[in-house]
């Protein structure tokens, strides 16, 4: 191997060449030249998962709090637990957070949420059904996939309460240390 090259830039001047005599050659023979190829995602797109009734399932969790969720198109009414949203989760910081996945999507209105959600408080279960959401409607719309992952809401979090020690009042605190 005779063609040696010291450096980046050495590398680069041969390319430019041989892709500036690459369509000489093809004007040679008669061809017109070939339109630069585009590029292609190897990833495979992920299949739709539906179930028989038309609808995405997923499971979403966050501290203690599990949520079955059922998406299926429709006019944007989220059910839990056989109530409605405003009246489940009365606070409106809770709807703003399971709402957030149909804003980042800009699919508000478009999808109907069928939930149960099960275990923890208030905050852990709006993060659970905001999961299944996330994680039913990359189902539906395979899509939808990278904004949603962008932001964040396909991973589970899993931070939750430590648990207490002996010898301890609570997780860190110990008692009231008494001088007498």
């Known amino acids: 191997m005779s063609d040696n090259r010291q ?3 050495d590398l680069g001047a041969t390319l430019n ?3 500036a005599a690459a369509p000489a050659q093809t ?3 008669g061809e017109a030249p070939a339109a630069p190829a585009e590029r292609v995602s190897t990833t495979p797109l992920r299949q739709q998962e539906l179930d028989k009734f038309g609808r995405a399932y997923a499971t979403g969790r966050r501290k203690d709090a599990v949520a079955r969720v059922w998406l299926k198109p429709g ?3 989220i059910t839990i637990n056989g109530r409605d949203q405003e009246v489940y989760f009365a606070r409106p910081t809770l709807r703003l957070v399971i709402n957030q996945v149909f804003g980042i999507t800009e699919r508000e209105g478009q999808y109907d949420v ?3 959600v099960k275990g923890g408080g208030l905050s852990g279960q709006a993060g659970a059904v905001k999961h ?3 994680q039913a409607l990359t189902k539906f719309e395979p899509v939808l996939r990278a904004p949603v992952k962008a932001a964040g809401f396909l ?3 899993s931070r939750t309460v430590e648990r207490k020690k002996y010898g301890r009042a609570k997780a860190r605190r110990s008692f009231q240390f008494s001088k007498r």
């Open 7 to 9: 450096s980046l830039a």
């Open 17 to 19: 060449q041989q892709a």
């Open 27 to 29: 004007a040679a023979a």
């Open 75 to 77: 006019s944007g009414k």
């Open 114 to 116: 069928i939930c149960t």
């Open 132 to 134: 299944g959401i996330s």
């Open 155 to 157: 991973t589970r979090d």
